[in-house]
């Protein structure tokens, strides 16, 4: 009977030593992000794609275990916007397409498009503390929640613009896309331009979609899982209220070969190229926290 006391009191003791350990909180802050990855090439080896940096936030909850005042391990749950700045200026092709004609066309294009892609992300890291400053590192996965790009495409040489009397050889269209959602060919429906290739008039559709140029459904252009590194510096203003700066680094392929659609050329036969390049995340994240 006594051993039953015993038992059950160090039961207690060890509960609540791990209760002491555990430290809960939540974070909010900023994410620097952009996308690196190889860039589609035109002639004599020119780079025709850009990536550049887009601002995001990120919001979640944290849970700690110390095992010593200096030593513990994290880990994070967090809503986290990232994305890139996408520029393709170079030479480029379009094929345009109505009821019984298709038309292929050479010319140079320039796409700006603003990639939003928004995760949950959980990073994992050991930690080392020192006075007010701590250093972190470890690994975060993320799974893709939603992926969108609003941006314009200005198409010109080889074709022309027919607006009321005054023809110009210079197409723009908006682009509106749903990387999870769009249909080969969609685009959003109402206002047309008019676009004459050869003798040959097309309406296409002046707001486009993901996969406006697709014959088929290729699938989603962006993966659903990302996975990569993550290591950083927290400075403690008191014993719940910090600041932290962060580094993720991808490790995944971010887009699909499958879906991912060559800008620049198409094969001699005319069909479409899907390019097998490996695009990451990268994110310098700011954040202020507090744990208790």
């Not at 050889?169 to 990387?179: F, T």
């Not at 206002?191 to 699938?219: H, M, N, P, W």
């Not at 209220?241 to 094969?267: C, H, I, M, S």
């Amino acid at each position: 009977m006594k051993l039953k006391y015993v038992f059950s009191l160090l039961l207690t003791i060890v509960s609540l030593s791990m209760n002491a350990q555990l430290r809960y909180g939540f974070k909010t802050g900023l994410n620097f992000a952009t996308i690196k990855g190889d860039s589609e090439l035109g002639v004599g080896g020119a780079s025709l794609e850009n990536w550049e940096n887009v601002t995001g936030f990120q919001i979640g909850i944290t849970l700690g275990y110390a095992f010593t005042d200096n030593f513990g391990v994290r880990g994070e749950v967090l809503y986290s916007k990232k994305g890139a700045k996408y520029t393709f200026d170079g030479p480029s092709y379009k094929f345009f397409r109505n009821a019984n004609t298709v038309k292929f066309s050479t010319g140079n294009a320039k796409y700006l498009i603003n990639v939003n892609n928004s995760y949950i992300d959980i990073p994992v890291m050991a930690y080392a503390r020192w006075k007010d400053f701590e250093i972190s590192g470890g690994a975060y996965a993320g799974l893709l929640v939603q992926s969108v790009g609003e941006g314009a495409l200005t198409y010109s040489n080889a074709i022309s613009v027919v607006p009321p009397n005054n023809p110009i050889s210079e197409v723009k269209v908006n682009l509106s896309h749903n990387y999870r959602k769009d249909d080969p060919g969609e685009g959003t429906a109402g206002e047309t331009v008019s676009v004459q290739v050869d003798a040959t008039k097309f309406d296409i559709l002046k707001t486009q979609g993901a996969y406006y140029d697709y014959t088929e459904d290729r699938g989603s252009l962006y993966n659903t899982l990302d996975y990569g590194l993550v290591g950083g510096v927290s400075y403690f203003l008191s014993s719940a209220l910090y600041f932290n700066v962060r580094v993720q680094y991808g490790l995944a392929d971010l887009t699909r070969n499958e879906a991912d659609l060559a800008k620049g050329a198409v094969a001699d036969d005319l069909s479409l190229i899907y390019r097998d390049d490996k695009d990451r995340n990268f994110a310098i994240q700011a954040s202020v926290g507090f744990s208790f």
